[in-house]
């Protein structure tokens, strides 16, 4: 399939791209959200046009995805056993139309250049636990969100199935954005403190071998002296529900991140502590 591939795409073409997937996609939203065990337990199935189900009812895997998926080659030809609804092969060449590449045809990227499994756009606590693919993401996504949130005069983030809390801590720590997480899994919430607490551990480190950056920073944020641990949290980490879960809050400029549904309070860090990025 050799799909789409937005290089060559002018502004507006690119514009016109979002639309006819948006619109797609929200024609199609409820197969398109649905889960694999949702077929089972909502019965799916007989969501689908009666029309769809006699079409594609007894084909096996292999036989949904050639039909499904394939397009044929120049002087292919792909044979169905009955004739689909025309809303059915609407969908299937839409689909294809609307695909992105997957053939390979960009450059690495130049921050990994000098070594293919560390960005060089982003410091090396943020960097820490963090795959190569996600740290391109990480610094792409919070950049944009950052020049929205100035753009539109944005003051807080929410970051809603942040997962191990690593684009919210580059938001917060990196970038100076006010973030909230959330986060249902339970055992990413406790991955997610437990790097919020390395990442405040490098941040001391950091204040105590460069005490005099540290300071020019603060004077730059217009902060005052290093703001003191929130009173009345409890040392180790707590539990859910309880306050001051691992969050990192730089008093003015950054807001909690690495954080869940459950837990809200933050453990303060000085303004302008924030790792260059």
């Given at each position: 399939?050799?799909?789409?591939?937005?290089?060559?795409?002018?502004?507006?073409?690119?514009?016109?791209?979002?639309?006819?997937?948006?619109?797609?996609?929200?024609?199609?939203?409820?197969?398109?959200?649905?889960?694999?065990?949702?077929?089972?337990?909502?019965?799916?199935?007989?969501?689908?046009p009666r029309s769809w189900q006699e079409a594609l009812d007894g084909l096996n895997p292999p036989q949904l995805a050639t039909l499904l998926l394939g397009m044929p080659g120049e002087g292919?030809?792909?044979?169905?056993?009955?004739?689909?609804?025309?809303?059915?092969?609407?969908?299937?060449?839409?689909?294809?139309?609307?695909?992105?590449?997957?053939?390979?045809?960009?450059?690495?990227?130049?921050?990994?250049?000098?070594?293919?499994?560390?960005?060089?756009?982003?410091?090396?606590?943020?960097?820490?636990?963090?795959?190569?693919?996600?740290?391109?993401?990480?610094?792409?996504?919070?950049?944009?969100?950052?020049?929205?949130?100035?753009?539109?005069?944005?003051?807080?983030?929410?970051?809603?199935?942040?997962?191990?809390?690593?684009?919210?801590?580059?938001?917060?720590?990196?970038?100076?954005?006010?973030?909230?997480?959330?986060?249902?899994?339970?055992?990413?919430?406790?991955?997610?403190?437990?790097?919020?607490?390395?990442?405040?551990?490098?941040?001391?480190?950091?204040?105590?071998?460069?005490?005099?950056?540290?300071?020019?920073?603060?004077?730059?944020?217009?902060?005052?002296?290093?703001a003191a641990t929130e009173s009345g949290c409890p040392s180790g980490p707590p539990g859910p529900g309880e306050p001051c879960?691992?969050?990192?809050?730089?008093?003015?400029?950054?807001?909690?991140?690495?954080?869940?549904?459950?837990?809200?309070?933050?453990?303060?860090?000085?303004?302008?502590?924030?790792?260059?990025?």
């Amino acid at each position: 399939m050799p799909g789409i591939s937005a290089r060559g795409l002018s502004h507006e073409e690119r514009r016109q791209l979002a639309v006819n997937l948006t619109r797609v996609l929200a024609l199609y939203r409820p197969i398109l959200d649905a889960y694999i065990i949702e077929f089972f337990t909502d019965n799916l199935w007989d969501t689908l046009p009666r029309s769809w189900q006699e079409a594609l009812d007894g084909l096996n895997p292999p036989q949904l995805a050639t039909l499904l998926l394939g397009m044929p080659g120049e002087g292919e030809v792909i044979r169905y056993r009955s004739v689909w609804p025309l809303t059915l092969l609407a969908l299937k060449s839409t689909a294809c139309a609307l695909a992105f590449t997957r053939t390979p045809g960009f450059q690495t990227p130049s921050e990994f250049l000098e070594n293919p499994s560390q960005s060089s756009r982003l410091t090396a606590p943020f960097r820490k636990h963090v795959r190569p693919k996600k740290q391109h993401e990480i610094r792409r996504l919070g950049e944009l969100v950052k020049k929205l949130s100035d753009f539109t005069g944005c003051t807080q983030v929410v970051d809603v199935g942040s997962g191990q809390g690593h684009l919210s801590r580059f938001m917060a720590l990196g970038l100076g954005l006010m973030v909230k997480s959330i986060e249902g899994d339970q055992r990413l919430v406790e991955r997610a403190q437990r790097l919020d607490q390395e990442l405040l551990q490098a941040l001391e480190k950091e204040e105590r071998r460069n005490p005099q950056i540290c300071a020019a920073r603060a004077t730059a944020s217009g902060a005052g002296p290093p703001a003191a641990t929130e009173s009345g949290c409890p040392s180790g980490p707590p539990g859910p529900g309880e306050p001051c879960g691992g969050l990192l809050q730089p008093s003015l400029t950054a807001g909690p991140t690495g954080g869940d549904a459950y837990s809200t309070g933050p453990a303060a860090v000085p303004t302008g502590a924030g790792l260059p990025c």
